[in-house]
């Protein structure tokens, strides 16, 4: 029953302190501040316990009679009765004869609190406005004015508030303060009515396998209110081919009360194991039935640990998610949900996340920009399927190979992969099969790297390697991929990097015409475009970086009339312009040297080049190669330095493959017709005699 109570109780509460007096300090002018110290779940319709919200305030800032109001949601009630104000305990005082709202000021730190020193009164105002609304107001401030704390507190505990039958959700608290005092306005939450469902989780999904009696994860019951599970049950349904493991689970509580009646009256005791029951019986041991034969106080939360899934048929179990229906006569949330994944032993090799972008002809052995393939992950279906001894090979398809840690091959460890790593954060249990991060490069095509698995994995491994440093061909394809294999059962092929070629070529105009021996045609501004900020590489005082067109065989160009950089901020060195034979290749190149790279793509123009062409030039396209060391770091090539003089300057990783990328600059179109030739056919004796098959008479 509701009881009736009157309005508008004028209360006041004394409370007797020790306290040391000391002047006032001065303070800078702030607001109270409000905060909840805990949040209930409840069930609505009944008398429960909210939370408790504390109010901080400066002492500086009281004055004379200032006030706040509490109020509740429509038809939640205080339960205010009678007008006695007692000392409860310790720092609690309850307001009217019943716990339902009480006061409570710590002794510690806290200028409303008791503290060494004299004996001072300190008074409080409580009036019940509604049954939802409180007003609390602070008489006597002046009291207060000489403590040697600056901060004052008290809380208000909502210890039996009665719930709205008809509410759902969160329960808030309107503050509003006095207008122009230290007390202001504000909305808090202090509890929450749910609809009474059972939520339940699992930590994670564990991986089970034919012929092990396999423990899953914590599964997790937690009432959205008090009394949402009471005397009802949840059954977890299996699919075909499995079983609960009979007696495998314990039951835990977390958090969780009971109502007891003891001499007529009730009072909380903590949940027990023996409150709740779990029977695997249920369809030939498919179904779970967890039942609560309590109803509590407090919304329950528990674990049900230990818990165990085997694999009863195999010709039924299905690989894949383990999902479990949920079924019973509590209302419970969600409706199903993977309690494991049932897998045999195998592992397998995939992409993580996107493929990175490389560089046609970049080394990782030189730069690591634009040189590391993206994320793959080695990834067991149940564990022990890595056994030691056995291996996993990585081969790299698309023309690139993989860079050594080393170029020095006296130096030791110079076999393995560059910088490969596990990325540990997004990897589990990965230290008993990938112990080191050694994977050996086999061949000497270098395109196949090899590791030994260390242990035999007890838990389920998933390994994330990256960082690993590749070198790209200059004519590489558009893609690199890995397709891994080995002993070790691991397998996969998927994309690690896409190439992306470092400049683009192009002519500024329309391509002329060339005859065989002819000399001196102008071409058309020929245009080198970057495709990336720093796609073409810098001299960096130990290595000149030099950028070549390089003609066909038979092609004499002239040196450039400008070479400049028409966008961006690249740096070229304008006197090393020239235009020089390389006898390695029979070809004339004209070259540039780059002195610095650039923060913005940028385009190089070279103007004025006139060609001669001798009569071994084929006809069809002349097409310019775009060659160097600026543009490609692993061809093995000769390149030029100031002297005049050709060295080798860079790695070897694909001899005869330097160039990135070519265009057409003219055409060798048919020669001219040469002079025809006459046949003529004599005969001794005769005048008559034939010319290109015509028959002729000699006059004698």
Request: glycine share 8%; with cysteine.
């Amino acid at each position: 029953m509701r009881r009736a109570r009157s309005k508008k109780l004028a209360i006041m509460i004394l409370f007797t302190f020790m306290a040391t007096l000391f002047a006032a300090v001065p303070m800078a002018s702030a607001s109270a501040s409000y905060s909840v110290t805990s949040v209930s779940q409840v069930s609505a319709g009944e008398w429960q316990e909210l939370g408790s919200v504390k109010v901080l305030f400066h002492m500086a800032e009281l004055k004379d009679s200032q006030y706040l109001t509490l109020r509740l949601p429509s038809d939640f009630e205080f339960g205010l009765d009678g007008t006695d104000v007692a000392h409860d305990s310790g720092a609690n005082y309850k307001i009217g004869n019943n716990d339902n709202v009480t006061l409570r000021i710590p002794a510690i730190k806290n200028a409303l609190s008791s503290v060494e020193g004299d004996v001072y009164t300190q008074s409080f105002t409580v009036q019940e406005l509604a049954d939802n609304e409180l007003k609390i107001a602070i008489e006597n401030t002046k009291l207060y004015k000489d403590t040697k704390e600056k901060e004052g507190y008290f809380y208000i505990d909502f210890n039996n508030v009665y719930v709205d039958s008809g509410f759902s959700g969160d329960i808030d608290l309107v503050i509003d303060g006095q207008q122009g005092t230290v007390f202001g306005s504000g909305k808090l939450i202090i509890g929450t009515s749910g609809t009474g469902q059972v939520e339940i989780s699992i930590d994670s999904e564990k991986t089970i396998t034919t012929g092990d009696q396999t423990g899953i994860d914590n599964i997790r019951l937690k009432e959205d209110r008090p009394g949402a599970f009471k005397d009802e049950y949840i059954k977890l349904k299996l699919p075909n081919g499995f079983k609960w493991v009979k007696n495998s689970g314990d039951i835990e509580i977390v958090d969780g009360a009971k109502k007891v009646k003891v001499n007529n009256s009730y009072e909380e005791k903590a949940i027990s194991r023996t409150d709740y029951e779990l029977d695997y019986d249920g369809d030939d041991g498919r179904t779970l039935q967890i039942t609560s034969n309590v109803e509590s106080s407090k919304a329950a939360y528990i674990f049900i640990k230990n818990l165990k899934v085997e694999v009863d048929d195999e010709t039924v179990a299905k690989l894949g998610e383990v999902k479990v229906t949920v079924r019973g006569t509590a209302s419970s949330t969600p409706g199903e949900f993977i309690v494991a994944k049932y897998g045999e032993y195998g592992a397998k090799a995939y992409a993580v996340g996107d493929p990175t972008v490389v560089y046609a002809g970049r080394t990782g052995a030189v730069t690591d920009e634009y040189t590391e393939i993206g994320k793959f992950a080695i990834e067991e279906d149940v564990k022990a399927s890595l056994i030691k001894g056995r291996t996993v090979t990585l081969q790299l398809v698309g023309g690139a190979k993989w860079v050594r840690e080393s170029q020095d091959s006296k130096q030791e460890g110079y076999k393995y992969v560059k910088d490969i790593k596990i990325a540990s954060a997004d990897s589990k249990n990965y230290k008993e099969a990938f112990a080191t991060n050694n994977w050996n490069i086999i061949g000497s095509a270098r395109d196949i790297a090899k590791y030994t698995i260390d242990n035999t994995t007890t838990s389920a491994c998933k390994a994330i390697f990256e960082s690993a440093k590749i070198s790209i061909s200059a004519d590489a394809d558009e893609e690199i991929k890995l397709i891994v294999g080995g002993t070790a059962g691991v397998s996969g092929e998927f994309v690690v990097a896409e190439v992306k070629k470092p400049v683009e070529i192009s002519v500024d105009g329309t391509v002329p015409n060339v005859i065989i021996g002819q000399q001196t045609v102008e071409l058309p501004p020929i245009v080198v475009t970057e495709t990336g900020a720093e796609a073409i590489d810098a001299s960096d005082g130990t290595v000149e970086k030099w950028l070549y067109l390089e003609f066909p065989a038979g092609v004499l160009p002239t040196k450039p009339a400008k070479v400049e950089v028409t966008e961006g901020d690249l740096q070229i060195d304008e006197d090393s312009v020239a235009a020089k034979y390389a006898s390695d290749n029979n070809a004339w190149q004209v070259r540039v040297k780059v002195k610095g790279t650039s923060a913005n793509p940028s385009t190089i123009v070279f103007e004025g080049i006139k060609v001669t062409t001798d009569r071994t030039v084929p006809e069809g396209d002349l097409k310019v190669k775009v060659k160097g060391n600026a543009v490609v770091q692993n061809a093995g090539d000769k390149v030029v330095i100031d002297d005049g003089t050709d060295v080798v300057r860079e790695t070897s990783d694909f001899s005869g493959s330097g160039t990135v990328t070519s265009a057409t600059v003219a055409n060798c179109v048919t020669p001219a017709p040469t002079d025809k030739k006459a046949t003529a056919v004599f005969t001794i004796g005769e005048t008559a005699y034939t010319l290109n098959g015509a028959e002729m008479t000699m006059d004698v």
